[in-house]
């Protein structure tokens, strides 16, 4: 199943990254963005859904919810510098 923005939003917000309230906000994208592993730039695209979440992408941040795992967890860190 196709995961929405909304969708998105909510699962990056329930793992503990920024509230991503817009594109604009550069902190919570770009973290969720290299969690999931592509550019700012195209989280932006799937927060305006002008490009559909790669279903993996999708499973992993719904498994990750649904099983109460965090990034942490998984011994991510944000790298220092973007």
Do not use: C, H
Not at 18 to 41: D, M, P
Request: no cysteine; proline share 6%; aromatic share 6%.
């Amino acid at each position: 199943m196709p995961m929405t923005a909304i969708e998105l939003r909510r699962a990056t917000k329930r793992l503990g990254f920024v509230e991503l309230e817009s594109a604009a906000n550069a902190t919570g994208a770009s973290a969720a963005a290299e969690f999931i592993g592509v550019s700012r730039e195209q989280m932006a695209r799937y927060l305006r859904e002008s490009s559909p979440v790669p279903e993996a992408a999708a499973k992993l941040l719904r498994l990750m919810i649904q099983y109460r795992i965090k990034p942490a967890d998984l011994n991510w860190k944000r790298p220092l510098v973007d």
